[in-house]
């Protein structure tokens, strides 16, 4: 989930596996020079394939720690929408329209309605876009990640629970968003569970991104997406004051048509899967050997979390303070991911594994907006409370002298 895969990953990639993923791949060529890096954008890489995805998930953590995004940052991100109230992964020249050419991503356009959702003030721009997400629906109920595009493989998992949770920090109600056919996002998101009879046991109650060769094989990156979908939240999880619980095992036979308890069998699975090495794993393309995979760790702890297993996710916790510092410098969204599963957690961001991910997080973009200092706020409340004194004050003197005044003349009069 925390991979960003680009157009042209996918274009070589046998099986697609595009999803809710915050990070440019630095080792994937552009077809051609990079654009120049607009100065209300995060981060310094070419953002040709992710320029929306970081943008989000920047403003989305910055709002989620009282940071307030600066205006150019919002206003870029607003920029990027297309007329029909989509976005494509990045338009280096928002002057010109968007075309059949562009690859119109679901992906971006969900993160980006959360965020401009969450900062307020942009109910049109967010309305819109829902509409649009509204009519590229499938007729399953899901969501493909290039909807009508040369890459549109149909509903997948990663896509279909990130527009739920649009959906959701739109105000919308998922299950009543129905297909021309009459199914919900659930209904097709379910589709992609490992049930009771898959083999291995072991992925019993994860996600597959799509069926390969009608075949579903567990993902722990679509597993962690649909984990939130299934609950009914998003990335932004409050810490829970409520009894943790270690998670379970799909409970088999499972719920049918439940997509709560769908989702806490991804978290059971989830949780099994992280007892291993403490961390997830990701076997790239051309590798022997599989690698740590930061970005998905990050998003396991925040689905963890959410489904209210906290102590399940704190060994991966404890990885990711020590672990992510070279992954996520420089990467507003690893940054804004982490920041948000530490938020999560009830973690210090200020202070995790030694780093302050608030701070790196706004170096790598727009200065925020500076709130008034404290001694300065309380000066200029103190100021008008003086004010409000000297006036009551003054009318108080004026009200004794004409007391005085008027006793003088009732006086004379006798």
């Known amino acids: ?43 310094k890489n070419d953002p040709t394939y992710d320029g929306v995805w ?20 919002v206003d870029w991100l607003v920029g990027q929408q297309c007329a029909d ?10 002057a010109k329209a ?19 959702a969450a900062v307020g003030g942009h109910a049109e721009t967010v309305k819109k876009t829902v509409g649009w997400l509204k009519s590229v629906q499938n007729e399953d109920g899901g969501w493909s990640n290039n909807p009508g595009g040369a890459m549109d493989g149909g509903s997948d998992a990663n896509s279909t629970a990130l527009v ?76 829970s004051s409520s ?44 590798a022997d050997q599989p690698t740590p995979d930061t970005g998905n760790t990050a998003d396991a702890v925040i689905a963890l979390t959410a489904a209210g297993h906290k102590q399940s996710a704190a060994g991966a916790l404890e990885w990711l303070k020590t672990n992510s510092a070279e992954w996520s410098k420089g990467n507003p969204a690893g940054l804004g991911t982490l920041i948000l599963a530490a938020h999560a957690t009830g973690t210090d961001p200020k202070a995790f594994g030694g780093t302050d991910l608030v701070a790196a997080l706004n170096a790598t973009g727009p200065a925020p907006q500076q709130e008034k200092p404290a001694a300065e706020k309380k000066r200029k409340e103190s100021g008008g409370n003086n004010v409000w004194w000297m006036i009551l004050a003054g009318a108080a003197a004026g009200m004794g002298i004409g007391i005085v005044l008027s006793g003088r003349r009732k006086k004379n009069q006798l």
Not at 23 to 36: G, K
Not at 60 to 67: I, S, Y
Not at 85 to 94: E, H, I, L, Y
């Open 1 to 43: 989930m925390n991979v960003r895969r680009s157009a042209a990953t996918l274009a070589v990639s046998a099986v697609l596996c595009v999803g809710a993923a915050p990070v440019a791949l630095a080792d994937v060529a552009s077809p051609s020079p990079a654009p120049a890096i607009p100065s209300g954008l995060f981060g």
């Open 54 to 73: 970081r943008q989000s998930f920047a403003l989305l953590a910055q709002h989620t720690v009282g940071v307030k995004p600066a205006q150019q940052a």
């Open 85 to 94: 109230g989509s976005f494509s992964a990045f338009r280096p020249d928002t």
């Open 98 to 116: 968007c075309d059949a050419s562009a690859f119109i991503d679901s992906n971006a356009t969900s993160v980006a309605v959360q965020a401009l």
């Open 164 to 239: 739920i949770r649009a959906l959701e920090a739109a105000g919308e109600k998922p299950a009543e968003v129905k297909s021309k056919a009459g199914k919900s996002p659930y209904e097709a998101l379910l589709t992609f569970q490992l049930g009771c009879s898959a083999e291995p046991a072991a992925d019993r109650g994860a996600f597959a991104f799509q069926p390969a060769g009608g075949k579903l094989s567990a993902s722990a990156d679509a597993t962690a997406a649909v984990v939130l979908a299934g609950l009914g939240t998003g990335p932004v999880v409050s810490p």
């Open 243 to 286: 009894t943790d619980t270690p998670a379970a095992p799909l409970t088999c036979p499972a719920t049918a048509g439940d997509p709560v308890a769908a989702a806490q069998g991804g978290a059971g699975y989830l949780a099994d899967v992280l007892k291993k090495d403490g961390h997830l794993t990701v076997l790239t393309a051309g």
